[in-house]
């Protein structure tokens, strides 16, 4: 009875020291590019948690593809694992955790969030862009970092601002923030790790942390913005003992000395690893290793390309990778962050893409294509400057001058086929919204018009300004955004798009206010080359925008089958047919001395609505005066839509032949012409013989218009007196006179 009694109590001790793990499907019903969430109870304590053990999942899709995914610590007896399904359907998985295992299932029910579009991926049909899952194109419209639980760097520029504050009040405020920029259409922030969660163990984690940076994902998530993550900096946590008052700390003094690959392998492996485990399932995130990984003399290639395998084989997605700055561009990482410099005066701002030569200028696109685009890599901008927050009193310009420069630098980035800005905001957290989010709000903005704006590539060279700069990105034939920059006040100048054959609308808009700057028009292009747009007046920099009507989905409502014009006698007469109508208002017809304009509305002629039938037009304008003109056809739709022709030219009127009569005739001793002119011009006459010999060619004699006399004296060329007979003149003048009008005549002359 004893022994039994033994057995029984060894028995329950071995279960209670070794009860086996459960787990359980907190969401077994998931949305679409929202995450499930399996959750385990260890029903134990086990030691070193962090590191021992690891939960893990081999998950099916219901098209049979195999996922590998990893869960993590999560404090207590409690792992978590959070795995994003891309596909509607029934799910299943298999589980295991040290050495027990389970299965089960989940479903994936429609998309609820539709702000939501699955990970982040780069274009499979423009390497230099990203995209989502469902093939929704991406463009970062960024805002500030956010930082936290940081106790380095307690310099007195440091030491007030929010992201020092306890999180119990920082975070509200950084609710706020997104709340408020995802209003204004802004997607996207950049969150801090910088190895700040790792505990100085380097075998555990601070949860805390990681409660604060999940309510800031979740918060992200929901709102639909992307969030660039951040594993290393520069300026991340130090070691214990580092001096925290230097600004700009060795490499060497860096907790997990990221910038060396050979030391602390296994720390910084478990450290990417966990963040991996954590927080890839999450749908709107890119990853960044590095922010500054070339500082101090250091450059972190190598350890970059160490770093990158790890999250080859943790990350079961495939998340794009970026690191910056300039120099990570030749890492073997996804996408190139560049920091973008403000430390030249704005009398030397450089928006033409071009490289920038002096380097003791950095100016905004120093080295672009050397260290960017021509790795063919997506280009995202990060930490724009100078401060947004505060006047710089003066160094480089006044902080209104810097809005102007994040403005310009946010349409330079799209017309330069950049990815967009991550983050540009230094002003505190609790002192935006300002002026240059509204910006970046209407630059967001304008990106929602547009048909495919990742299918736009530079084409600097296809654009031309009268003054200042213009830089212009296109899918050639289709879509057309143009930047224009003077950065001068009440500009009024002419932008030259080279265009292939098509109609195009277009329209200009004001990049300050988020308002178009004039109607939309269309212009019609029969076939390749330079077109000419006026722009209207504008402050600093205004954008063109044009788009080929099909393209855009409209198909041109009137078909204009033929368009003529000429003078009679009531004045000048404009013919016009078109092959079919729709929803036609009517006709204006504008008139201008210039090719270049003003046009002026000069007459309505009424539309025939919606019809599939031939209509003719004709339209004569009797005021016309006697120079040339130039006739626009504006077509107007019954929703006030226009659509322009290309100007139609009308001729001068052509001068008037001479009116000549000779006297007297017969002439004795000499022979007068007299002759009328419409306009002064140069006159030469000349004397044939009945052998059409000259006889007699005088100089030519400039004549104003009006009553002319020429005199012949009776002399041939050798100043002898011809003899008595018929004699032929012919009058010429240096303009060419109009068609079918001669000036000749014949006369008998006696010495």
């Not at 579009?117 to 862009?129: A, L, M, Q, T, Y």
């Not at 805390?208 to 994902?217: C, E, T, V």
């Not at 747009?533 to 033929?562: C, K, M, R, W």
Request: overall charge negative; hydrophobic content about 35%; charged content about 15%.
């Amino acid at each position: 009875m004893r022994k039994l009694l033994l057995s029984i109590c060894i028995l329950f001790t071995y279960n209670q020291a070794f009860s086996a793990a459960s787990l359980q499907v907190t969401n077994p019903s998931v949305p679409l590019y929202q995450f499930v969430i399996l959750t385990l109870d260890a029903g134990r304590d086990v030691p070193n948690p962090f590191i021992s053990i690891t939960l893990s999942a081999d998950i099916s899709s219901p098209d049979g593809r195999l996922f590998h995914a990893e869960g993590f610590y999560n404090g207590g007896r409690s792992w978590l694992l959070r795995f994003m399904p891309d596909r509607t359907g029934s799910w299943s998985y298999s589980w295991q955790f040290g050495g027990e295992t389970g299965s089960g299932s989940f479903t994936c029910v429609s998309k609820q969030n539709s702000k939501l579009h699955g990970h982040i991926r780069i274009d499979p049909n423009n390497s230099h862009k990203l995209r989502f899952e469902d093939g929704t194109p991406l463009h970062w419209i960024g805002g500030k970092y956010i930082d936290f639980d940081d106790p380095f760097y307690k310099t007195p520029e440091h030491a007030s601002v929010p992201e020092r504050m306890p999180k119990s009040q920082y975070l509200p405020l950084v609710h706020a923030y997104l709340q408020n920029i995802a209003a204004m259409g802004l997607n996207g922030v950049v969150l801090k790790l910088r190895v700040l969660p790792l505990n100085y163990d380097l075998q555990s984690m601070d949860l805390d942390f990681f409660a604060s940076a999940d309510q800031i994902m979740q918060w992200c998530m929901e709102l639909g913005i992307n969030v660039q993550l951040n594993f290393f900096d520069t300026w991340g946590k130090r070691k214990q003992g580092a001096d925290i008052s230097i600004s700009n700390p060795p490499p060497s003094d860096l907790l997990l000395e990221p910038h060396d690959a050979s030391t602390f392998v296994t720390e910084t492996r478990f450290f990417i690893r966990y963040a991996i485990a954590r927080y890839a399932a999450y749908p709107n995130l890119l990853w960044e290793l590095w922010n500054e990984a070339e500082r101090m003399g250091a450059s972190a290639q190598t350890a970059s390309t160490l770093y990158a395998t790890y999250f080859e084989e943790y990350d079961p997605y495939g998340i794009p990778i970026s690191a910056s700055e300039i120099h990570t561009a030749a890492y073997p990482l996804q996408v190139t962050s560049f920091h973008a410099g403000f430390k030249c005066a704005p009398s030397e701002w450089n928006w033409t893409h071009a490289r920038t030569d002096d380097p003791t200028l950095y100016k905004k696109w120093v080295n672009y294509g050397q260290y960017g685009y021509d790795y063919g890599r997506p280009i995202l901008w990060n930490e724009l400057y100078p401060y947004d927050g505060v006047d710089d009193g003066g160094q480089y310009a006044t902080n209104t001058a810097a809005h102007d420069w994040f403005r310009a630098t946010f349409w330079g980035n799209l017309t330069a086929g950049c990815i967009g800005t991550s983050e540009f905001c230094w002003a505190p957290i609790d002192q935006v919204p300002n002026r240059v989010t509204e910006f970046h709000s209407h630059f967001a903005a304008f990106l929602s018009y547009l048909k495919d704006f990742n299918a736009l590539d530079p084409a600097d060279s296809e654009v031309e300004a009268t003054i200042g700069t213009a830089t212009m990105c296109r899918k050639r034939g289709k879509e057309y955004v143009i930047y224009h920059f003077t950065q001068g006040r009440g500009s009024q100048t002419t932008l030259n798009v080279k265009l292939p054959p098509g109609y195009y609308y277009y329209q200009f808009y004001d990049p300050k206010n988020g308002e178009t700057a004039s109607p939309r028009s269309m212009v019609n292009r029969s076939s390749e080359g330079w077109q000419s747009f006026a722009t209207p007046l504008f402050n600093q920099d205004i954008v063109l925008y044009l788009i080929e009507s099909s393209y855009y989905g409209v198909v041109t409502p009137v078909e204009l089958a033929h368009l003529s014009g000429a003078r009679d006698a009531a004045g000048v007469r404009l013919e016009w047919s078109t092959a079919s109508e729709t929803n036609n208002y009517g006709f204006e017809v504008a008139r201008a001395g210039s090719g270049d304009g003003p046009f002026i509305t000069a007459a309505f002629i009424p539309g025939h609505g919606t019809t599939a039938a031939a209509q003719d037009y004709n339209w004569v304008d009797t005021e016309a005066g006697e120079g040339t003109l130039w006739y626009q056809l504006i077509q107007i739709d019954a929703d006030g839509l226009r659509h322009a022709w290309p100007a139609l030219r009308i001729a001068a009127v052509a001068p008037a032949a001479p009116v000549i009569s000779t006297y007297p005739n017969p002439g004795r001793g000499m022979v007068r012409l007299r002759f009328h002119l419409d306009q002064p011009d140069r006159v030469r006459l000349t004397i044939y013989n009945t052998l059409q010999q000259v006889v007699h060619q005088g100089p030519w004699h400039p004549h104003a218009a009006g009553a002319q006399e020429l005199v012949w004296n009776g002399r041939n060329h050798a100043g002898q007196l011809v003899a008595t007979g018929l004699y032929f003149y012919r009058l010429e003048t240096e303009h060419p006179l109009q068609e079918g009008v001669k000036m000749v005549g014949r006369f008998v002359y006696t010495p």
